[in-house]
Structure formats: structure tokens, C-alpha cells
């Protein structure tokens, strides 16, 4: 049985100290912004409802006019970063179903394509029967470097994420 795809060499192991980089869809980008916005907005308007309470005698706070200032400006600043947040969530939005496609393309690909016993058997070819530990990791190298090859992909932790989806629906279905 010979594969069309298979790589020619056996693939490079990626061991990159300090690399502990995981990877956030859009989904969860647009998620976690959409909630630091909120939150910005929150801070920001209490601390400059506290200041109007206070300076209409409502709040009684002893405060100099510098300390107002000051939390006057992080309030603000506050403020800012909250639609500095919810601008770079709509921008992660709207990547969200293309990312969401071509994952699904990517996945469909692979597992149309390969199945266990031809990428055990394209592994046995290359280094031989290997114990059961060693051939997970033999697997994971295998699928990640044809991703790699075939969808010109760059970003590791998006690469990794997606053989470890790839190896969980070839391997354990």
C-alpha cells in the first residue's frame, strides 16, 4: 500500500524550550474580549458614578482633588480599553465561521484521505514496529507534518491543536 502524501523523510521534531503557547480559536478570542470589555465598561462607570455621588454630597469620601484625578483618569482609561476590547472582539467575530470552515475542510481532508492502519503503516515503513507510547508520538508527528505540507500551515499552536482533533477522530472512533 503505498500513500501518495507520505512524507518522504521522517518529520522533524518540533523542541522549542519555553514554547508553551496554546492555541485560541476566534471563537474563544471574541468570548474572552467580549468579557474583558464588559468588565472595562463596569470598572470604569463605578468608579465615575462614585466620583459624581461624591461631588454631589450624596457619597462622603475624603479624597483630595489629586486622588480624583487620578482615579478620574483610570476610569477613563478604563473606559478606553473596554472599546479597544469590544473592537478587536467584533474583528474576532467576524473570522470566526472562516476559521470555523477551513478547520472543518482541514479535518475532512485528512481523515477522507488516511486512515489508522495506513498511517501505521507508513510509520512501521519508516522506523519499524515500535512501542505503543513511541508510535502515539510517531502518529501525532505524522499527521501534524502532512497538515503542515499540504496546508502550508505556520502557526504551531494552531497546528498542534488540530492534529491532537485529527489523532482523537482517526485513532479513537
Same mark, same amino acid.
Given at each position: 500500500m503505498s500513500l501518495e502524501n507520505e512524507p518522504k523523510e521522517e518529520p522533524r521534531i518540533r523542541t522549542e524550550l519555553g514554547s508553551s503557547k496554546t492555541y485560541t480559536s476566534s471563537k474563544d478570542k471574541y468570548e474572552n =474580549?467580549?468579557?474583558?470589555?464588559?468588565?472595562?465598561?463596569?470598572?470604569? $462607570? =463605578?468608579?465615575?458614578?462614585a466620583l459624581i455621588l461624591k461631588h454631589t454630597g450624596i457619597l462622603n469620601i475624603p479624597l483630595t482633588p489629586l486622588t480624583e484625578a487620578v482615579l478620574a483618569l483610570m476610569a477613563?482609561?478604563?473606559? $478606553?480599553? +473596554?472599546?479597544?476590547?469590544?473592537? &478587536? $472582539?467584533?474583528? $474576532?467575530?467576524?473570522?470566526?465561521?472562516?476559521e470555523d470552515h477551513a478547520r472543518e475542510e482541514q479535518i475532512s481532508w485528512f481523515t477522507e484521505k488516511f486512515t489508522a492502519d495506513m498511517?501505521? &503503516?507508513?510509520?512501521?515503513?519508516?522506523? +519499524?514496529?515500535?512501542?505503543?507510547?513511541?508510535?502515539?508520538?510517531k502518529r501525532m508527528e505524522w499527521i501534524s507534518s502532512l497538515l503542515v505540507e499540504h496546508f502550508n500551515l505556520s502557526n504551531e499552536a494552531y497546528v498542534d491543536d488540530l492534529t491532537e482533533e485529527i489523532y482523537e477522530k482517526v485513532f479513537q472512533e
Open positions: =474580549l467580549n468579557s474583558s470589555a464588559s468588565s472595562l465598561f463596569f470598572c470604569g $462607570a =463605578l468608579v465615575i458614578v477613563l482609561a478604563s473606559i $478606553a480599553g +473596554g472599546f479597544i476590547s469590544k473592537k &478587536q $472582539a467584533k474583528e $474576532a467575530k467576524e473570522m470566526i465561521s472562516t498511517i501505521d &503503516q507508513a510509520i512501521i515503513k519508516i522506523d +519499524g514496529e515500535l512501542p505503543m507510547e513511541i508510535r502515539s508520538f
